[in-house]
């Protein structure tokens, strides 16, 4: 899979991608609406270009007080993401090429208050999936909101998601339809934080290209 031209489809707006990016970025929205005053801080696993996360800080009128992370390893994505966040005058938005499953990538800056696992948990088997959800308990703060997306190719995993993230103390404030090829949710922390361990990967990611053929 290139993960760098699979960001095309971002750019078709009868493309699946581009609705399931608008989405996103309406509860990204409604997440820094509801944030209590003051600074904020946001993490993004597998950024890819940033366009969920930079295209709403570049308006939004807290975006300017979001210090975030962006976790990528696709270097030209990485590229774009920086580029977009430069030219979007958000000075406080770090992309980082790396490895987005290790926990080291967030130890200081975790626990947030907003946390984005898109296109994510479509990549990973379904018991990493459960693992990274319980890694959230760690990765967000008390109060925080996990934004989160999942093809609904069957077997449906999403309703599953929505149980172990609301095992785990998140309340689900918002869940795409089940038509929607791209299911899209966000999830509210009211548990107990737990520290994040260092030096631990929390999945393996695979590609839901291999995930389908096998």
Known sequence: MDWHEWHNAYDSPDSYLSERLALVQERVRYALDAAPPGPL???SLCAGQGRDLI???????RGAEVRARLVELD???VA?????????????VEVVAGDASLTDAYT?????????LCGVLGNIIDADVERLLDHCTALCRTGGTVVWTRNRKAPDL??????????RGFE?????????AASVGAHRFTGENRQLPPGTSMFDFIGYDTLWRT
């Open 108 to 116: 200081d800056l975790a626990p947030a208050d907003l946390v984005l």
């Open 172 to 180: 689900r404030l918002w869940v795409s339809e089940p038509s929607r």
């Open 55 to 61: 295209g709403v800080l570049a308006d939004h009128p």
């Open 80 to 92: 774009d993401a920086r580029r977009a966040a430069r030219d979007a005058g958000l000075p406080r």
């Open 158 to 167: 999403v309703p599953r998601i929505c149980a172990w993230l609301e095992e």
């Open 75 to 77: 270097e030209r994505n």
């Open 41 to 43: 801080t946001a993490i």
